[in-house]
């Protein structure tokens, strides 16, 4: 894949629009203290950033607490910088009997004068609920109506 030199540029193949089918669940604009000495958003920033968007709905659905068991899959598809405003997407993938797995997908805008948005980063990560001992516990049930496929 080619990464543009200066993300403000995006190729026109990697142009996307922001999704309208997943849910908003955070949007943050990443400062210079988040980059490394290339100029470049520090992955573990977005990682910790991912982290927090992803565990959004697990936590409605567990009706408390989870804690991150698993990063299943991180892929880093373009670099981010300084002043992209940075939109995460999740959707619940799998739910058990107390872990939830979730999929978040990060976009960029960029060049707000020329707007250009790219999908920066997809992840799949796993959840569990706990009690207020950090204790697994069930996913409490009838799950509503939109999670009914998982049981």
């Known amino acids: 894949m080619n990464i543009p030199v200066n993300p403000a540029s995006v190729p026109e193949d990697l142009r996307t629009q922001l999704p309208t089918d997943r849910e908003l669940v955070l949007r943050v604009i990443p400062m210079p203290a988040d980059s ?61 009997r107390t872990s939830m797995t979730v999929k978040v997908e990060v976009y960029a805008e960029r060049a707000p004068e020329d707007l250009q948005v790219v999908k920066v980063t997809e992840a799949n990560l796993t959840y569990v609920a706990i009690d207020h001992e950090g204790k697994a516990r069930p996913i409490p049930r009838p799950l509503p109506a939109a999670y009914k496929k998982f049981g």
């Open 36 to 96: 490394n000495s290339n100029g470049d958003i520090f992955g573990g920033w977005i990682m910790a950033q991912v982290d927090l968007a992803g565990s959004v709905l697990p936590a409605r659905l567990a009706k408390g607490r989870v804690a991150t068991v698993a990063v299943n899959e991180f892929i880093f598809k373009q670099p981010v910088s300084i002043g992209d405003l940075l939109s995460f997407y999740a959707t619940i993938a799998h739910v058990g």
